[in-house]
């Protein structure tokens, strides 16, 4: 922390969690992690309950001893991968610029390329 930051105290948090930036932040965040979440609930109910009431199904044989349940099961892996890849992507191009300009206003920070 340089001289001319300060530690933020409790006043900073209630006007910065008033913000319109702050609700931006939230609001984008919430429009990315509700309905992934939901998505990914949903396809892991549908895995478990094949995996319960369609055995038959999940038993059919794709190829040797591979069978549908093992390639729904390992992607439930590949696309807990491919959601996290997602976010970072997001979060990158959405989230945290908009983060790091709140950070910067409330440690009182110079703007990248500025003196400091």
């Known amino acids: ?14 006007e910065v969690q008033s913000s319109a930036e702050f609700v931006e932040l939230r609001r984008r965040l919430r429009v990315f992690v509700f309905p992934m979440t939901g998505f990914f609930l949903l396809w892991y109910l549908v895995y478990v309950l094949l995996a319960d009431y369609a055995h038959g199904f999940m038993a059919t044989k794709v190829f040797g001893n591979v069978n549908v349940g093992l390639i729904l099961g390992l992607l439930q892996f590949a696309s807990t991968f491919v959601i996290t890849g997602i976010y970072v992507r997001y979060a990158n191009r959405k989230l945290d ?20």
């Open 1 to 14: 922390m340089s001289s001319t930051e300060r530690p933020p105290d409790e006043r900073d948090w209630s």
């Open 97 to 116: 610029p908009l983060a790091t300009k709140l950070r910067e206003d409330i440690e009182g920070a110079t703007p990248a390329g500025g003196a400091g």
